[in-house]
């Protein structure tokens, strides 16, 4: 494995746990270590439960082949990493999914991280098996490290990781289960994570992750992903929130109990059969309700359900009137979402009532059907199949995946990734909420809470929304900045003397959708204007810097250049400049790098015999051979004054870029260190081409490496460090330890070295280390 393809690895490297939940809800995944052989045969017992077939070769192949491709590398606790994706497997049997899913799951990792490639995958498992692991592994193939500290470049990174896996999602949706299924064991376990990398893993759970599984409708994910970021993001409001439940817990308990009790005994005598349980509503559920409404956990009142489970859609009536009968119903909280199903095809009728006590709760009532649509979702589809097919979704399963479409079609619309992320946040936001219309022919739609007749004309179609001119709800001619309520009959009067929408209407528009298309009208319609203004950017950059654009434009730069930014054509690159959403400095300097790689600069023989002129006069008698001294050779110049600069210390294998110092000559750097990444656009015309060059000798010169290593602290850590370097033969020039609050030793070791082989086998060696977590090189 790799220096870089390991740093990946151990950022979401995780300790294996079954997930328990405690009385009052809370998360709880402080269990032992379990052997993997454990982990395998409860696999096993999970999948032979459901699954109709008792074949299980394909499943035990592909342990045993993960467990080999894996046998060499270990999580930061020291045990074997196999225990990742058997618990990836596990959650994906706990969703009942078919045997390839389940086997893609136990070989998530296997190409990313070992030598076993996607044609060893099709010949061992077939097709469908590795087009569900190369769906994966291309979402993970961004090292989330790379880009140094840059927020742009991680945004960059995050954006583009993020359009392959709504791209993997469209191919086979299988896919992102399981990369949910993956980001639910990582959180499981991501106590092991530095405080910083928690946040920012919760965080992007919270944005991107939980909402896709909310809209594929699996609840049995998307409920502990929730609780889960919570515990990370606003660790003292979750734990506030566990104490405050825990109060009075055995209270509650009865509570509910005696809640059960009288639904069931009176749902009973009504003839209907049914199951009713009883629990505390999850924590995230009750923090967005506390942080949307503003109010304390004494304020809210329904944080109790009980769920009513039948075996007819009719029953679900018949025992609402019965619940009705009993307790007292709160005006305007029922829902019935059976007649109008939530966007991911949730259905259930919904109803708050006042219990004997005075207390409010909640009551959920749905078919069996529904209840398993509810908990597995979109997964549902490939339950008890020998033989799925990912491709093929059933009609039903549509209408779940209708926000997929609606973000592949912003994919291609747009190349500035900075507002995809923002447009992809605000749609996946999980603290809206929705309101339910009718458009004049009885179709439902869902808008986000605050929706105008203007996002209910987008949702139709765009050349509605551009040609709108006003809107009647319930037959009554409203503003178009009227705010839509549940149940309204909307309509849209169109005009075709329309001009199109105004910039106003941006301010007004609640839904993401909405906003993108009144956007992408305004770039469509000032397109033609958008590229002449690239033009003339474009030419006034090269004339300011006296580049011959001509030269530079060759037909394969500029499809390099369409590429590289996502776009179709030409003209959409430089409305791109034009409009703002490229700089034209990005746009040239790649155009001359290209150029550059194809016509490196040769000395003719008057310049070659011109500097041997000078070196002559000056004193200095040397061949016009290109040897170098430092081993560096600079654009074909040898024996320059070059320096090796301490900020990232590059060594033999290294790619290296020259910088011209004022008065010191030539500082060589890694071209991946962040002053080099850093620099300014000004000053990267001072970084000059260098390579290393093979030696002659036969005596390797020395070069000084640094790293730094992270470890949970332990008595004898440094004592192993040194040992390992020592049976390396490698002498230490420098080492200096900080151990943090937290218990986590950073050490920075500097050692001379060959090259860069040598420096992989010592951090591999390292790495062996019981408690090392991660080790990383100094760049800048």
């Known amino acids: ?186 959180m499981r376990t991501l106590r092991y994570q530095k405080p910083e990398s928690q946040y920012r893993i919760a965080k992007e759970t919270l944005e991107i992750y939980c909402p896709i599984a909310q809209r594929l409708g699996i609840s049995k994910l998307k409920i502990e992903l929730d609780d889960l970021s919570l515990k990370y993001m606003e660790p003292e409001v979750y734990y506030d929130l566990v104490d405050k439940i825990a109060v009075r817990k055995s209270v509650r308990e009865s509570y509910i109990q005696s809640i059960v009790d009288e639904v069931s005994k009176h749902v009973e005598n009504a003839g209907i059969k049914a199951e009713v349980d009883g629990r505390v509503k999850h924590f995230f559920s009750i923090y967005k309700k506390m942080k949307n409404q503003n109010k304390t956990l004494d304020q809210v009142y329904d944080l109790f359900a009980v769920r009513i489970i039948v075996d007819s859609v009719k029953d679900c009536y018949a025992a609402l009137g019965v619940i009705h009968e009993m307790y007292k119903p709160i005006p305007g909280r029922f829902k019935d979402y059976i007649a109008m199903p939530k966007a991911n095809m949730y259905q259930s009728l919904h109803t708050t009532l006042i219990g004997s006590t005075g207390q409010p709760f909640e009551v959920q009532i749905r078919t069996f059907e529904m209840h398993k649509a509810a908990e597995y979702g979109i997964a549902a589809h490939w339950k008890y199949k020998d033989a799925s097919d990912g491709k093929k979704v059933e009609a039903q399963e549509e209408e779940k995946l209708v926000w997929l479409r609606q973000i592949l079609e912003w994919q291609r619309d ?175 300097n790649k155009l001359r790098e290209f150029y550059d790689k194809e016509h490196k600069k040769e000395l003719s023989n008057e310049e070659v015999l011109q500097s041997i002129a000078e070196a002559s006069a000056a004193g200095i008698h040397k061949t016009p051979h290109i040897k170098s001294k430092s081993g560096i050779v600079v654009k074909g110049i040898a024996d320059l004054s070059v320096r090796f600069s301490k900020c990232c210390s590059p060594v033999p294998g290294d790619e290296i870029v020259g910088f011209i110092t004022r008065g010191r000559g030539i500082s060589i750097h890694r071209t991946d260190c962040v002053n080099v990444l850093s620099l300014p656009e000004l000053e990267r015309a001072r970084l000059m081409d260098a390579e290393w060059q093979v030696p002659e000798h036969t005596v390797a010169e020395k070069y000084v490496a640094d790293i730094k290593i992270y470890a949970n602290n332990r008595n004898g850590l440094l004592a192993d460090i040194a040992k390992a370097l020592t049976e390396k033969d490698i002498d230490i020039l420098s080492l200096n330890t900080r151990i943090s609050k937290q218990g986590t030793a950073t050490l920075q070791v500097s050692f001379e070295i060959t090259g860069r082989e040598e420096l992989n086998r010592i951090i591999d060696k390292i790495r062996g280390i019981e408690s090392v977590i991660d080790i990383e090189r100094t760049s800048g």
């Open 414 to 588: 747009m190349s500035d990734n900075r507002e995809f992320m923002n447009l992809l946040k605000n749609d996946l936001d999980l603290f809206s909420d929705n309101v339910y219309c009718f458009t004049p022919t009885g179709e439902v739609k869902n808008l986000p809470a605050g929706s105008t007749p203007i996002d209910f004309a987008y949702s139709i179609h765009s050349a509605v929304g551009n040609k709108m001119v006003g809107a009647r709800v319930n037959g009554k001619l409203v503003t178009i900045d009227y705010e839509i309520r549940t149940g309204d009959r909307i309509e849209i009067i169109t005009s075709q003397n329309s001009k199109g929408p105004s910039r106003d209407w941006l301010n007004v528009v609640k839904s993401t959708q909405a906003k993108n298309k009144i956007n992408q009208w305004f770039k469509n319609e000032l397109k033609e204007d958008n590229i002449v203004k690239g033009k003339e950017l474009l030419q006034a950059y090269c004339k300011t810097r006296n580049i011959n654009l001509s030269m530079i434009m060759k037909t394969e730069y500029v499809e390099a250049i369409c590429r590289k930014y996502g776009f179709r054509d030409w003209d959409s690159v430089l409305a791109a400049v034009g409009h703002g959403a490229l700089k034209e400095g990005q746009v040239i």
């Open 1 to 186: 494995m790799t220096e870089e393809k390991r740093s990946v690895v151990e950022e979401e490297d995780r300790l294996p746990q079954t997930n328990e939940v405690n009385a009052v809800g809370e998360v709880n995944n402080e269990t032992e270590f379990v052997a993997p052989e454990v982990l395998y045969q409860r696999l096993i017992a999970r999948v032979q439960k459901y699954h109709p077939s008792d074949d299980i070769t394909m499943i035990a192949k592909a342990y045993e082949t993960a467990a080999e491709a894996h046998k060499e590398q270990f999580r930061k606790s020291g045990e074997p990493y196999i225990i990742h994706p058997l618990n990836v497997a596990i959650i994906l049997a706990d969703l009942e999914l078919d045997k390839e899913t389940i086997v893609a799951g136990l070989l998530h990792d296997v190409v990313e991280d070992t030598v076993m490639t996607e044609a060893d995958l099709v010949r061992e498992f077939g097709e469908d098996v590795a087009l569900l692991v190369d769906g994966v592994t291309k979402l993970e193939k961004i090292p989330l490290s790379a880009g140094g500290d840059q927020p742009d470049a991680k945004l960059e990174m995050q954006a583009e990781n993020l359009r392959k896996m709504f791209l993997a999602m469209a191919k086979d949706i299988r896919v992102i289960m399981i990369k949910l299924a993956d980001r639910l064991h990582n």
